[in-house]
C-alpha cells in the first residue's frame, strides 16, 4: 500500500510556526543575487513508524554554477534540529523508506559505480552507504521488505558500447557513409528527434522499452517479470506482495502520438502473467491498491482535454466508478486510507495547492488542508496519524512541516531560509478578483511597491504565466520579490487558461489564444490602476512561454506599456512547429496542424501584429530550448530592430526551456538582473525617474 496521501477526516490548517513577516527600516529589498542564499526543500517521506522525515535539501554552490542536494533527516517531534543524512561529497536524492524504516533507498551518482541506487540503515548505529547487486534503478519494497521491484530498459549492449555510433544512427536508414566510425553526425527515419532538456536524442528505432525487475533484499540476479515491445511504467505492489499494479500505453511505439492510451494492468508475481483491468477510460494513470488488495484507485479520463477523475475498479475486473464525477477540480495521485474508507489526493485550487479527500462509497469532496499557500510532497506514516509535506506561500520559500492527521497545529521542522529572509523585506500580496468577459470570475495578486507611500505613484508590471495551463499562486517568487523590492507594483494574475479553477475555465482559451485571455490581462491592469497609486506611464509587462506568446501579444494590440520583456517565446507557430518538441500542443489547442488550421496559426501569431510593436523589448532565451526555440526569438528581434523598435537579444548558452526555474544559477541571477536593470532603464523606480522615456520607430 502507498503510504503517501494516507490522511484523516480532519482538516489540517495553519498554524502560527511560521515567523512574522519581516518588513522594517532594518530589511532591505530582494536583489538578484539572494537567488544564491535560497535553500530549497522537497520530496519529504515520513519513516514507517512517523519519527523520522527523510527529504532533500538543494543549494546553490555559486563559485561552480551548479546546485547541490543531500538526502536530510529530521525528528517529527522536534526533539532535535535537522542533520544531513548523506554524504555531501556527493548528490542525493529520491528518498524510499523500507517497510521496516531500517533502510533507506536512494539515488546518488558516484565515481567507479555501475549504478546509481544506494542504500543507508537508518539504525543509530548508521554505517556506509552500500548497493545491492543486481539493482539498477530506484526500487519500491515490497510490503515485506523482502523484495525489490524497479523499471528499468537494461544494459547497453556489447556492439553498443563497441561502436556507440549506433545509438546516433537509425537502423531502418537508407543512406550510408563509406566509415561509419568517422561519422560524428546523426541520422533520423522518423519522429521525435529532440527533447527540451535533453536536445538530440537517439533515433526511435533504437531505444529500449523499460520492463519491471524484481531482486531479493540481499540481492542477486534480477527477475524480468515483463517483456514485450511497450514498457511498464508506475509499479505499485499489492498489499500481499503476490502482485502488482502497472501502466501500459499501446501508442507507445508510435511515430506520431495525437493521444496516448495508457492502460492498468495486474501482473502476477508468482507466473509473471499479466492481464489488462478494462475501465472504459482512454487515459489511466496512477493505480495504487485499497489495503485490502481488493479494489484499484486510480486517475481517470476521457482523453487529451477531458476532465480528469478519481476511479475505482475491482482488481479482479468490473464495474468502474468515478469517485469525483462532480468535481470541477484535477485530482493527482490518489490514494487509500489506512481503513480502506476514503480515497485522498492532491488538487490546485484558486492558487494553492492541497489536499483533498472523498469516500470511497461515493460521497461529497472534501478539502483536507487550508490556507493561502502552496502544500507538496505529502507523506503519511504508516498508521496515518502524521503527515508530512513543504509549505511555501509568496513570502516564504519552502520549509518542512508536519501535522498529526487528527487535527491541530503543525510543526515546522526546518528554517533553512530564515537567517537571510531576516535581513530581506519580503513583500505579501493582496488578492482580488475581477469579473472577466462572459462574466468568468478572474483571480489576481497585487504586491506593494518597497517603500510604498500612501498618495505617491509608482510603475506597475504586469507578469504573465505560462502554459497556458498552469497558474500563479501563493509560493515565493523570487522574480516578483525582485520586481517589488525595485519599487514596483507586481500584478499577477491567473486569467481563464488557467488551471485550478475547474476544467471549464481551463480550456476556455482553446482555439482562442489572446482573446478573452487578453481582455483578463487587460482588465486586471485596469482594476489595479483604480485602486490609486499606479503611474500609468510607467507600465511595463512581462511573461516567459506561453506568459512569452501574450506579452509579444500584447504589445501589438496595445501600446500602453512602456516596456517589455518577452522570455522563451512565441512569435511565429509556423517556425514554431517546425522546430518545437511539442506540436502536440497546437494540435489540440489549435484544431489541427498548420497545413489544416492555416488561418489559426496565422492569426494567433504575434508576427502577424509586428506592425503596431512599439515597446521596447527585451528579448531573453536559451540557445537549448527546444520548448519553444530560439528560432523565434531571432526572428522577433530582427523584426524589431528592422523597425528601430528598442530592443536587446539575451541569449543564454547551457539552458533549456526552465531556464527562469532550474536553469543554470549563474545564468538564471544574470536573468534576473538583467530584467531589473532593462525596466529600471525606462521605467525608473520607486524613487527614481526613468533613463530613457519613449520608444522611437522609423
Not at 489540517?12 to 512574522?20: E, N, Q, V, W
Amino acid at each position: 500500500m502507498n503510504s503517501r496521501w494516507l490522511l484523516p477526516a480532519a482538516v489540517i490548517g495553519l498554524s502560527t510556526a511560521r515567523p512574522p513577516d519581516r518588513l522594517t527600516a532594518q530589511t532591505r529589498p530582494f536583489q538578484a543575487t539572494d537567488y544564491y542564499r535560497m535553500t530549497f526543500v522537497g520530496d519529504p517521506v515520513l519513516s514507517p513508524d512517523g519519527r523520522r522525515a527523510a527529504f532533500t535539501v538543494t543549494t546553490v554552490v555559486e563559485d561552480k554554477d551548479r546546485r547541490h542536494t543531500e538526502i536530510w533527516m529530521a525528528p517529527t517531534d522536534g526533539s532535535a534540529p535537522p542533520y544531513r543524512f548523506t554524504s555531501p561529497s556527493f548528490e542525493a536524492g529520491g528518498p524510499t523508506w523500507s517497510p521496516d524504516g531500517s533502510l533507506l533507498a536512494f539515488t546518488s551518482h558516484r565515481e567507479g559505480a555501475d549504478d546509481d541506487v544506494w542504500f543507508l540503515r537508518t539504525g543509530p548505529f548508521g554505517g556506509e552507504a552500500y548497493q545491492v547487486t543486481g539493482v539498477h534503478a530506484l526500487p519500491a519494497f515490497s510490503p515485506d521488505g523482502r523484495q525489490l521491484l524497479y523499471a528499468w530498459r537494461g544494459k547497453d549492449s556489447d556492439s553498443l558500447k563497441q561502436q556507440p555510433w549506433r545509438e546516433r544512427v537509425s537502423p531502418i536508414a537508407v543512406t550510408r557513409g563509406p566509415d561509419p566510425k568517422r561519422f560524428d553526425g546523426r541520422v533520423y527515419t522518423s519522429l521525435p528527434f529532440l527533447a527540451d532538456e535533453r536536445g538530440l536524442i537517439p533515433p526511435r528505432e533504437t531505444r529500449r522499452p523499460a520492463h519491471l525487475y524484481a531482486v531479493a533484499i540481499d540481492g542477486g540476479t534480477p527477475l524480468q517479470l515483463t517483456d514485450g515491445d511497450l514498457s511498464q511504467t508506475q509499479p505499485a505492489w499489492s498489499p500481499d506482495g503476490k502482485q502488482v499494479a502497472f501502466v501500459q500505453d499501446s501508442t507507445e511505439p508510435d511515430e506520431i502520438r495525437r493521444d496516448v492510451r495508457p492502460q492498468l494492468y495486474v501482473l502476477t508475481i508468482g507466473d509473471k502473467t499479466a492481464r489488462r483491468i478494462e475501465t472504459g477510460f482512454v487515459e489511466n494513470q496512477a493505480p495504487d491498491w485499497s489495503p485490502d488488495g481488493r479494489t484499484l484507485a486510480f486517475v481517470c479520463s476521457k482523453g487529451r482535454g477531458e476532465e480528469n477523475d478519481v476511479c475505482v475498479v475491482p482488481t479482479a475486473g468490473g464495474a468502474v466508478r468515478s469517485l469525483t464525477a462532480t468535481w470541477a477540480l484535477d485530482p493527482q495521485n490518489p490514494s487509500w486510507s489506512p481503513d480502506g474508507k476514503t480515497v485522498y489526493f492532491s488538487a490546485e485550487t484558486h492558487g494553492n495547492v492541497h489536499l483533498f479527500a472523498v469516500p470511497a462509497a461515493g460521497g461529497p469532496v472534501r478539502q483536507v488542508t487550508q490556507g493561502e499557500r502552496t502544500l507538496r510532497g505529502f507523506s503519511l506514516s504508516r498508521d496515518g496519524r502524521t503527515l508530512a509535506y513543504t509549505a511555501s506561500d509568496v513570502t516564504h520559500p519552502a520549509e518542512l512541516f508536519v501535522a498529526p492527521t487528527s487535527g491541530g497545529p503543525e510543526k515546522r521542522l526546518t528554517m533553512f531560509n530564515d537567517a537571510w529572509l531576516g535581513q530581506v523585506a519580503a513583500i505579501p500580496a493582496d488578492t482580488f478578483w475581477l469579473s472577466g468577459v462572459g462574466g468568468l470570475k478572474v483571480e489576481c495578486w497585487l504586491m506593494k511597491p518597497y517603500g510604498w507611500q500612501a498618495g505617491r505613484k509608482y510603475p506597475l508590471v504586469l507578469t504573465i504565466h505560462g502554459g497556458p495551463h498552469s497558474n500563479y499562486g501563493n509560493i515565493f517568487f523570487p522574480e516578483f520579490q525582485m520586481l517589488a523590492g525595485q519599487g514596483y507594483w507586481v500584478l499577477f494574475t491567473n486569467p481563464r487558461g488557467s488551471s485550478g479553477y475547474g476544467h471549464a475555465f481551463t480550456y476556455a482559451t482553446r482555439n482562442r489564444w489572446g482573446m478573452e485571455d487578453y481582455q483578463d490581462l487587460m482588465q486586471a491592469v485596469d482594476a489595479s490602476v483604480a485602486r490609486g497609486g499606479v503611474d500609468t506611464t510607467r507600465l511595463a509587462v512581462l511573461g516567459g512561454s506561453y506568459g512569452g506568446f501574450m506579452t509579444n501579444w500584447v504589445v501589438g494590440h496595445t501600446s500602453r506599456f512602456a516596456v517589455a520583456e518577452t522570455d522563451r517565446s512565441i512569435f511565429n507557430w509556423y517556425s514554431w512547429y517546425g522546430s518545437s518538441d511539442a506540436q502536440g500542443l497546437t494540435d489540440y489547442e489549435f484544431a489541427g496542424e498548420p497545413w489544416g488550421s492555416d488561418s489559426l496559426y496565422r492569426a494567433l501569431s504575434p508576427m502577424t501584429f509586428t506592425k503596431n510593436i512599439r515597446t521596447p523589448m527585451l528579448i531573453v532565451h536559451s540557445e537549448d530550448d527546444r520548448r519553444t526555440p530560439i528560432t523565434n526569438a531571432e526572428q522577433l528581434f530582427v523584426t524589431l530592430r528592422e523597425r528601430g523598435v528598442p530592443a536587446e537579444f539575451v541569449r543564454y548558452p547551457r539552458s533549456f526551456h526552465g531556464l527562469s526555474r532550474t536553469g543554470p544559477p549563474w545564468l538564471l541571477v544574470d536573468r534576473l538582473e538583467r530584467i531589473r536593470t532593462w525596466f529600471a532603464h525606462w521605467l525608473g523606480t520607486g524613487t527614481e525617474p526613468a533613463r530613457a522615456v519613449g520608444a522611437p520607430t522609423r
